[in-house]
């Protein structure tokens, strides 16, 4: 009898986006953000806590990386680095 | 918070800056590439060659798998077990401040295990496993952590010396291939400066005490130093793992090397302490590096084997903690049972 697996994510700031820092085994969802709590921010290194059960979680296959990816590899147009900006404009 | 007033420790900022360098390096690595732009047939070998991280879903091979699994797991271990010999001396910490710090550093070491026993999980094991193979021998930790805590300086020479000695150990592995291992060892090390700096503190306020005092944190130093020395594993010439963890960037430095720069940081560390190290052979070399007495490596292996002093001992409170603790990991579980029942 394991308890299930959660995947943490910590908001370290205002303003900043949930990151994933880790995992724990937690009964519950309560249990898992008092857990993660008790883990992962000891130090105040965060102001909001997620956790997912780690089965919830869909990912892409690493197997797949480069057909997955591909779509976007050759289109370096969506970059504003692709552009000749004539001698003189400014603010662009 | 707590008005630590001892002098800086010399070569401690330098270490500090290489766990930051391999954290910036971590978020630093660009957009998307991994270095092994263009479908390489060796991914793994190609990711390794390029100093990029293996992720866990990623192919491995099966040897480098199961190699990070026993060096993670055992890792985790030490961490657990080390609680042991500190936590020993809560109850009797000599002030409520040296209490705090004492179970807030305890408490850290919790977290350090929990950390790689996740890390380890994402190699495919379950960390129930990890913990059944550590309690019936199968899996080892640390030796240094079977040795026993006589005096409250020994908690001092635990932080100043083991704490020591494993950030020389870790901060390295912050650059290790295995990407959730590394990230857990930036985590650590980032917290263990915190560890040695509050040991050294407690010696440096015992040298600084009666002669009772100094005396008590000079034994301390006496009995820990070995065995922190032999926390770097054997000599380079009879290590196994050594090649095959150095080649796939698992390690990064022999454990000759690392117990050198341990030996180099630490002697001028004593000598602002008032306090000798316990061997009288300790000499500067005209290349900067101490010369020094190897500990003895056919006590560490006699240690590692299980006839330590502490070895029984520390299993069996682990076992005892374990099974006096079925009745609330069961009494969560069937909570959770029925409040899955009732909101459903
Ligand atoms: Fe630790
Ligand atoms: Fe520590």
């Known amino acids: 009898m394991s308890w299930p697996l959660w995947e943490v994510f910590v908001r370290p700031r205002r303003g900043l986006n949930h990151q994933h820092v880790g995992s724990l085994h937690a009964a519950d969802a309560e249990q898992a953000l008092r857990n993660a709590r008790d883990l992962y921010t000891r130090r105040e290194e965060g102001v909001s806590i997620w956790v997912v059960p780690a089965t919830a979680i869909s990912a892409s296959s690493p197997e797949e990386r480069d057909a997955f990816f591909a779509p976007a590899a050759d289109k370096i147009y969506r970059h504003p680095t692709f552009y000749e900006v004539p001698e003189g404009a400014e603010h662009i | ?344």
């Open chain 2, 1 to 344: 918070m707590y008005g630590n007033d001892i002098p800086e420790q010399p070569g401690h900022a330098r270490l500090l800056d290489e766990v930051a360098a391999a954290e910036r390096d971590l978020t630093g690595r660009g957009l998307g590439g991994d270095g092994t732009e263009g479908g390489a047939d060796d991914y793994f070998g190609a990711v390794i060659a390029a100093d990029g991280k293996i992720e866990p879903r990623d192919e491995m091979p099966e040897a480098y798998r199961k190699s990070l699994i026993r060096q993670i797991a055992q890792h985790a271990h030490s961490e657990i077990i080390g609680m042991q010999p500190e936590g020993n001396w809560i109850s009797r910490a000599p002030s409520l401040k040296r209490k705090a710090i004492l179970l807030a550093k305890v408490q850290d070491e919790a977290g350090h295990g929990l950390y790689l026993y996740a890390a380890a999980e994402t190699l495919g094991v379950d960390r129930a496993d990890l913990y059944e193979m550590l309690l019936d021998g199968r899996q080892k930790y640390s030796s240094i952590f079977n040795y026993p805590t006589l005096t409250w300086a020994d908690v001092g020479a635990i932080g100043w010396l083991v704490d020591g000695a494993a950030i020389v150990n870790q901060v390295p592995l912050c650059r290790c291939s295995y990407g959730p291992y590394a990230r857990a060892m930036i985590r650590v090390c980032k917290e263990e400066s915190f560890h040695q700096r509050q040991g050294y503190e407690i010696l440096h306020v015992l040298a600084n005490g009666s002669p009772e005092q100094k005396a008590m944190a000079q034994d301390a130093i006496d009995r820990w130093w070995y065995p922190s020395l032999a926390m770097f594993g054997p000599p380079d010439t009879d290590s196994t793992h050594s090649a095959q963890s150095m080649a796939w960037k698992i390690k990064r430095f022999s454990n000759d090397e690392l117990r050198q720069k341990f030996v180099d940081m630490t002697v001028q560390q004593a000598e602002v302490l008032g306090l000798s190290l316990p061997d009288p052979d300790l000499r500067l070399g005209e290349d900067g590096h101490w010369a020094y007495t190897q500990p003895d490596y056919d006590e560490l292996f006699t240690v590692i084997k299980g006839d330590g002093p502490c070895n029984r001992q520390r299993i069996e409170h682990r076992r005892a903690a374990w099974e006096d603790g079925a009745w609330v990991r069961e009494a969560a579980t069937a909570y959770a049972k029925k409040r899955e029942g009732a909101t459903v």
